[in-house]
């Protein structure tokens, strides 16, 4: 075998990876678009990213044991990815990049707060460890949960033709809203908080190749 198709064969391989260890469950979306969270009735999941040109504020977040319904206040893991080296799976992870915290749920709103400051998130980016602030859920979707980007990748209008909405580039990361085929469709939120909520630029959603996206948390068996 050619070293040239062995990382193609690696990508496609992790791809199919993120295919069947998809579960369904429930997308939640807030008045603050740039942050996510996925629940598939026995663990919950989340995603935030901002950044302007001073600052750059990005993690996921997932619980640290099962939760239920009644649970208010949710024990949560935050961390990031190794973008650096341009791995994007939680096995990959910056290793010293865990910071335990809490997930706080009141009525329709959460708040997201961390033990110790996360790197770039100590601004109007997000004020997680001085007390968070709250996020109220506007709408719920079904969906499969979330994938980054192993590579720059078209975003298809549909994936049975040929015309494009965009692209995603290699560390995006994306909400997956559902599969057909080898395809994924997802819901893409640009982080730059310079670009407004009307701008058509802020949320992109559309049809990528299933093998150009893995998942950034560690498997079921694996938590």
């Known amino acids: ?28 979306l807030y008045d603050e678009s740039r942050i996510i969270t996925f629940s598939n009735g026995h663990k919950t999941y989340g995603h935030y990213a901002a950044h302007n040109e001073l600052f750059y504020c990005e993690f996921f977040f997932m619980s640290d044991g099962p939760v239920h319904d009644s649970d ?27 910071i335990q915290g809490a ?41 499969l949960g979330f994938g980054v980007a192993t590579r720059k990748t078209v975003i298809y209008i549909n994936p049975d033709e040929i015309k494009k909405r965009g692209y995603l580039l290699a560390g995006d990361t994306v909400a997956v809203i ?9 819901r893409y939120v640009n982080p730059d908080m310079l670009i407004e909520d009307d701008d058509k630029r802020h949320i992109t959603t559309g049809w990528v190749r299933s ?13």
């Open 1 to 28: 075998m050619s070293s040239s198709k062995l990382p193609r064969l690696i990508g496609s391989a992790l791809g199919f990876l993120f295919c069947q260890s998809a579960i369904a469950g429930i997308i939640s």
């Open 103 to 143: 997930l706080t749920k009141q009525g329709s709103a959460i708040t997201i707060t961390t033990e110790n400051p996360r790197g770039g998130c100590q601004s109007a980016a997000g004020l997680f460890s001085d007390g968070g602030v709250p996020y109220t859920e506007v709408k719920r979707i079904a969906g």
């Open 178 to 186: 559902k599969q057909k085929n080898n395809y994924s469709y997802v």
């Open 72 to 98: 208010k206040t949710i024990p949560i893991q935050t961390f990031d990815l190794n973008y650096r080296k341009n791995k994007y799976t939680y096995s990959r992870r910056e290793s010293d990049s865990s």
């Open 211 to 223: 093998t150009d996206l893995v998942d950034p948390f560690p498997p079921a068996g694996k938590q």
